[in-house]
């Protein structure tokens, strides 16, 4: 970089714990805490070059990543350095950059995400002191690098200074696979960040333009992979193709019919899609700017054969003219991406579903429930005024009568007493994490034993000291369970509207799941009195959501699907919680106050002794 006339600096970082921590959620990124067992040699050095723009004022910067591991590395991030070097050498000779260009080679011995998410917190958080650097104290050299013995570094451009440049307006993150592609060279987009978020379409659309049209590149992104081999989602496709050959046969101006395999590949990238956004994680370190709003997508190349000597230098050249079309497109802004949405799920590397068409579906998803709630609270009511007056003579209305009115009007707020009650244990189950972490040398098995143990006492706690419910089942009041059913109701749909604006793919898979049980939850009592075929289907229906929705069984089912049922531990449930809390990810807020509290109050409904 020197020998190029970059302006040079190291950055020494510490490696960071990713602990559970309650009130780290939906809050801005910060300094993190470092691991208790670190020692001041134990460190990554991330290595920064800064090309300054010759028709640019310093304002604005576009990154350039590579993650590169000295210690193990393959020969695919030799090459993912070379393609960058290549596009780096080049761009300190263009007179045509507007905006600053910086390279950062992130040592990636602690992780790939955690190197480039200390550089940013370096970057966007500048310390104007040595008091302000965290743990300075005990390693009063955090910040002195290590000195180049028996080197000398010519001209001024080297500091050992933390270096900047403008506001980032694009970060590209350049991976190169060891493994080869067996029918073309391929480049995977991965774009998925924190809680669902996503990076402005249009510099997918540019990445995928410029490799398919420009470098002849297939693009790939992330499916399902179980998906695409399953039986009844191809006959499905082929069902579907040939009501489009109908259609077009009655009407040739139709042409809204798609091939069977692009409707399974289509539908798995669109569940794939959908998955990793609820998941909340990061699928690569791009997601690390997006915590602070910068656009971002990681590119892995992948060869069609193996690496040696001329196909070497045919990806070099391929990807170097890639890298350098998309950084020039960039650019060209004038502006920040604005214009695209920010809000889709994508279902090729070309076809997306916006916001727009998405929210239709889950808004007539949840539509229901407070009209649902509106009428179970006005026929428990009426049911209950009825059964209470004389029909045989008309007479006035007493004072008895009126305190008796008012008394049965205020009655809801026994069934949102016990609704706040389960939904503040929902919060005390979501907590309980943070102590058993603490606990030393505890496999995943006996943490997530532990957890349950813990949740079903403090639920027993609850129920004996102030409510919980269980309590309904005690009620004399004949219509007490379509209260609580209807508070219930109202607490899922306040849950899954809030939880769209943080997560949509969040809200639309938890109400797939909760909608339904909400919706059928009855006792079960009363469909056995009834003893039609019509209770008896909603009395199966129930018994089979109700063991669905349940969070643990949800993720067995959903494990199974995709790894086989043979695969499937225990522990595994706590490794997955264990993974969305040390991501901050909503979901698990999610899961532990909205779905859980939800799930345990139908299944309360269910088996009320009305």
């Known amino acids: 970089m020197l020998d190029l006339g970059a302006e040079v600096s190291f950055h020494k970082f510490h490696p960071q714990m990713n602990q559970f921590h309650p009130l780290h959620f939906f809050s801005s990124p910060d300094s993190g805490k470092i691991q208790e067992n670190y020692s001041c040699s134990s460190y990554g050095i991330n290595t920064v070059g800064i090309i300054r723009a010759p028709r640019g004022d310093g304002k604005e910067a576009i990154v350039l990543v590579t993650p590169y591991n000295a210690l193990k590395s393959g020969f ?158 191809k006959s499905l496709g082929e069902i579907f193709e040939s009501l489009a050959k109908v259609a077009k046969s ?74 350098e079309g998309v950084i020039r497109s960039v650019n060209n802004l004038l502006e920040k991406f604005h214009q695209s949405f920010f809000l889709y799920l994508l279902t090729s590397p070309s076809k997306f579903v916006s916001v727009g068409v998405y929210m239709i579906a889950f808004a007539l998803l949840i539509a229901p429930l407070p009209m649902v709630a509106a009428s179970l609270y006005v026929d428990a009511n009426s049911s209950s005024n009825c059964s209470k007056g004389d029909s045989s003579t008309p007479s006035a209305i007493t004072d008895t009568d009126e305190h008796s009115i008012a008394i049965r009007s205020w009655r809801w707020l026994n069934s949102a007493k016990l609704v706040f009650i389960v939904h503040l244990w929902g919060a005390i189950v979501s907590l309980l994490p943070y102590f058993i972490s603490q606990i030393p040398d505890c496999s995943p098995t006996t943490s997530f034993m532990i957890w349950v143990l813990l949740s079903i006492l403090s639920l027993l706690t609850l129920n004996s000291v ?60 009363l469909d056995v009195r009834a003893g039609t075929l019509r209770s008896f289907c909603r009395m199966i229906c129930n018994l089979v959501l109700g063991h669905i929705a349940f969070p643990p069984a949800a993720f067995f089912l959903l494990k199974g699907m995709l790894d086989g049922f043979g695969n499937a531990n225990v522990g595994d449930f706590w490794m997955w919680v264990e993974s969305l809390w040390a991501w901050n990810s909503a979901t698990y807020l999610f899961i532990g106050m909205v779905q859980l509290p939800c799930w345990v109050l139908c299944i309360s409904i269910l088996f009320h002794t009305c």
């Open 466 to 525: 102030l409510a919980s419910p269980l309590a309904c089942a005690k009620a004399t009041q004949e219509k007490e369970w379509a209260l609580v059913k209807s508070v219930t109701i109202s607490s899922v749909f306040i849950g899954l509207g809030l939880m769209s604006v943080i997560n949509f793919a969040t809200a639309e898979i938890g109400a797939l799941l909760m909608v339904p049980m909400c919706l059928l939850a009855q006792p079960l009592k």
């Open 250 to 323: 009655l009407y040739p101006k139709w042409k809204f019919g798609i091939p069977a395999t692009e409707y399974v590949e289509g539908t798995a990238t669109l569940a794939s899609s959908l998955y990793y956004q609820a998941l909340g994680v990061p699928t690569g370190p791009h997601g690390a700017f997006r915590d602070y709003q910068v656009d971002a997508i990681t590119l892995e190349i992948s060869p069609k054969f193996s690496l040696d000597k001329v196909w070497r230098n045919d990806i070099l050249l391929r990807g170097g003219r890639l890298i």
């Open 76 to 233: 695919g991030e030799a090459l993912s350095l070379g393609i960058a070097y290549s596009v780096f050498s080049l761009l300190t000779q263009v007179t045509w950059l507007a905006k600053d260009i910086i390279w950062l080679v992130a040592d990636s011995q602690y992780g790939e995400y955690a190197a480039v998410a200390a550089w940013l917190r370096e970057y966007q958080t500048p310390k104007f002191s040595s008091l302000s650097t965290p743990n300075a104290e005990m390693c009063p050299d955090v910040n002195n690098l290590f000195e180049l013995k028996g080197h000398s570094i010519s001209g001024s451009k080297f500091s050992n200074s933390f270096r900047r440049a403008g506001t980032m307006a694009a970060a590209l993150v350049l991976k190169v696979r060891d493994q080869n592609e067996q029918f073309e060279d391929t480049i995977s987009i991965y774009a998925e960040a924190s809680n669902g978020q996503m990076p402005n379409l249009d510099l997918i659309n540019v990445v995928n333009y410029l490799a398919v049209h420009r470098q002849g590149l297939r693009v790939n992104v992330e499916k399902l992979w179980s998906l695409l081999n399953s039986s009844w989602l």
